[in-house]
């Protein structure tokens, strides 16, 4: 019997050809939360709840059983933990890294990653300014893959939503990235523009039931050429470069923000100045946000869940 203390998913999250199921790992990152909530409880008695799964959407870049597209060499997560609970105490916080990151180790030791903690409690860029979101960062001496990163958000909400939110923050990004005047192009590493890029498809993909239909007119034809590049494999520095002008001739950045803008002014939010938004609002999504992205995600998850039962001879 398998220590309550030991993260799994339902099925292996590695393939032999090193692929990922991206089903299986959002059940260990969900699994992962709960072993740490449960260690918390037995050894210190505090009630900590947590609710964590994929941060980065590669699971819309993924056949019809969630198994990645291309090897996935960065991994991330996102934790979403409870305001005005037991870790305000710094002790209380000291004891939820510590069990985070053994259970990380012991969650992938079995598919062959050696992960050790390289860095805690980095600021989050564009997060909260009165409450920043923190970053882990585990590096593999294995190589299997480059690294795994968590952000952690302090505002407890459905791992969906905080992902909806978490993408005013990547346009955020992206504005300081498109910016070439503070980085000129040729100064960039292409592979760093390459995920940039992809990061770019994810956040489209993303709010893409939120767009309006002028906009997906424009921008689709360009998200399809970008992505399908990146299935065959996209490699050459030049047409890396050449994608990286199109996004941003295009205007797609704009796009995004004027999405967000539309749904939280009516809120009084400005998706501009997130960082000053009362930290009541962190991973706070309208209604009719939630309405029209959530619905997509789920879907995701639960075809992969219905693809895997039938592989699996479930259904």
Sequence with gaps: MMS?????????????DERVNLYYLNELYADIARCVSLQLKENHQIEVPITSGIWGGTYLIADDEGKSKRRIWRMYFIANLPQNSPLDKRENMEHLVGYYYTSIINAFRPYGLELDLNMWGGRLPYSNGVKPSLTMHMV????????????????????????????????????????????PIMKRDPKDIKYLLQDVIITYRTLENSFSSDFLEHARPIIDEIGGRFLE????????????????????????????????LKEGLNVRRVEDWPVEKINYVPEGLKEKLIPPIKNIFASFKSNLDRKNGLL
Aim: hydrophobic letters at 40%; aromatic letters at 18%.
């Design 233 to 264: 494999g996209l490699f050459d520095p030049v047409l890396i470069r050449e994608f990286f002008f199109k996004v941003r001739e295009n205007k797609l950045i704009v796009g995004f923000e004027e999405t967000l803008q539309e749904y939280y």
């Design 140 to 183: 593999d001496s294995s190589e299997k893959v480059n690294w795994l990163r968590g952000f952690f958000i302090w505002n407890l909400v459905p791992w969906e939503e905080s992902i909806i939110h978490d993408t005013i923050r990547n346009v955020k990004e992206f504005r300081e990235k498109f910016n070439i005047k503070k980085t």
């Design 4 to 16: 309550p203390f030991i993260p799994q998913a339902s099925g292996p999250v590695f393939s032999e």
